[in-house]
């Protein structure tokens, strides 16, 4: 699946409009369907609870992410603003 997705080479080119990126909407959850049910399921499991470890383990920083989305808030509403001025002024 990794390599179809880095392959400049596609079974459609994407150039042809909707059909060209049909392939990959379609090929790419079956290759990631595929790839998982080929894992044993043993493995999977103990993929999942050492998962399930990690994550609880992550540190959270609210101040990071309020930080985070106040900057987002601020370029979305500076590019509204931007996209505003050049439309009102044609």
């Known amino acids: 699946v990794l390599a179809y997705i880095l392959s400049p080479i596609d079974l459609i080119p994407d150039f042809i409009p909707v059909i060209g990126y049909l392939d990959d909407l379609l090929l790419l959850p079956l290759g990631i ?9 043993d493995v999977w499991k103990e993929c999942q609870i050492s998962a399930a470890d990690r994550v609880s383990d992550i540190p959270r920083n609210r101040l990071a992410a309020i930080i985070i989305i106040i900057i987002w808030v601020l370029a979305i509403t500076f590019v509204a603003y931007w996209v505003w001025k050049i439309m009102s002024d044609v």
């Open 33 to 41: 369907w595929l790839a998982i049910r080929l894992i044993p399921q």
